[in-house]
């Protein structure tokens, strides 16, 4: 079946660091991909979505590319601040699939 | 402004007892979700449903049961056979489609004791 692998955590930066967080899949025909950020106590929000091939998803300084060759979808952000601390996870919603799989998600803590 | 409401936030509960986690949603979303999330840990699937008076087991659908009498609401109730039910409940919902997100209310913390 379908599968999401993130990069175990906890990952730990300094602010202004460059992050990268790797999101791998394994899923038939095209799937659509996303990246979802969770704050302490809060509900999932979305944070990017692509939905075909070599497409960038981007926003609030974040991006990903749907990358099929490699079958990757990693998040990249080019100087993190202390507000990014969060759980980052990556998902995945198959051709035809009514429920979305996700990752086990990475917590990440920037300090200042 | 549309969204998904979770109530309470925060609920206590003695073990034996059934409880009810309101989800209620006003974004004309087709389908709904019901999540699991234990501390550290990822999110695990207890039920879906696609349209009104259907619905479907997730991974842990044992000691759960849920109702979809309405396209806005799909209460969950969590039983007194779950045997660790204390947890942080999300619930989400989506259009059907293949590009569609899911969208997650803020989630109920169930402490059973």
């Known amino acids: 079946g379908d599968s999401v692998t993130q990069m175990e955590g906890p990952v730990t930066l300094s602010e202004e660091a460059f992050l990268t967080i790797n999101c791998t899949y394994t899923a038939t025909g095209y799937p659509s991909l996303f990246w979802y950020v969770q704050y302490p106590g809060e509900g999932l929000q979305l944070l990017l979505k692509a939905t075909k091939a070599d497409d960038k998803g981007s926003n609030k300084g974040f991006e990903a590319t749907y990358r099929k060759e490699t079958t990757s979808f990693h998040l990249e952000k080019g100087s993190v601040q202390v507000s990014d601390s969060a759980v980052y996870f990556c998902a995945l919603v198959g051709q035809g699939a009514q429920k979305l799989v996700f990752g086990q998600g990475t917590r990440l803590t920037i300090n200042p | 402004d549309g969204g998904i409401t979770q109530s309470p936030k925060y609920l206590f509960r003695k073990e034996g007892q059934n409880v009810t986690l309101s989800c209620e949603q006003n974004?004309?979303?087709?389908?709904m979700y019901w999540y699991r999330q234990d501390p550290g840990q990822g999110l695990r699937l207890i039920y879906y449903s696609q349209i009104v008076n259907d619905f479907q087991k997730g991974d842990i659908a044992e000691g759960y049961s849920v109702s979809r009498e309405k396209k806005e609401s799909f209460p969950l109730t969590v039983t007194s056979a779950q045997k660790n039910p204390t947890a942080f409940y999300l619930c989400?919902?989506?259009?059907?489609?293949?590009?569609?997100?899911?969208?997650f209310g803020n989630g109920t913390r169930l402490t059973v004791t």
């Open positions: 989400a919902s989506r259009f059907q489609g293949h590009n569609s997100p899911l969208h």
């Open positions: 974004l004309n979303h087709d389908a």
